[in-house]
């Protein structure tokens, strides 16, 4: 599967972004995804999670409440980000988890997803 992530820019603290995450190649339907963020200086964190049915979703405690991912029935997961703070300011990557029609149980975890995007850059100004 080859991921494109998209949506990234510059906002204000307080404002809201929309990430989008574009597959190709595989059937994407029968994958649970990932977003995950690096910021400068650090390593990569997991931010949220979304079964392949699309019924299970799972947040970072530090975006929980600020933060929605969701999928379309085709080829496209997303990640709706209001309230942002400057401490989200990040490069955002999308990914599939590596087994097919399944939702790990280590979906915080880099190891288990297999295909990532390039990610997109989030700058959040206070």
């Known amino acids: 599967v080859q991921l494109q992530a998209s949506g990234g820019g510059w906002v204000q603290a307080g404002g809201s972004l929309r990430l989008s995450c574009a597959a190709s190649g595989r059937t994407f339907s029968v994958y649970s995804m990932g977003w995950f963020r690096q910021a400068p200086g650090k390593g990569r964190e997991f931010v949220a999670a979304i079964g392949w049915r699309g019924a299970r979703t799972y947040y970072a405690d530090s975006v929980k409440g600020r933060f929605t991912i969701s999928r379309d029935a085709k080829n496209t997961v997303y990640l709706q980000m209001n309230s942002l703070k400057s401490e989200d300011t990040a490069i955002y990557y999308c990914?599939?988890?590596?087994?097919?029609?399944?939702?790990?149980?280590?979906?915080?975890?880099?190891?288990?997803?297999?295909?990532w995007g390039q990610g997109t850059q989030v700058t959040v100004s206070s």
């Open positions: 990914a599939t988890q590596r087994r097919t029609m399944y939702f790990s149980d280590y979906f915080m975890s880099e190891s288990d997803y297999g295909s």
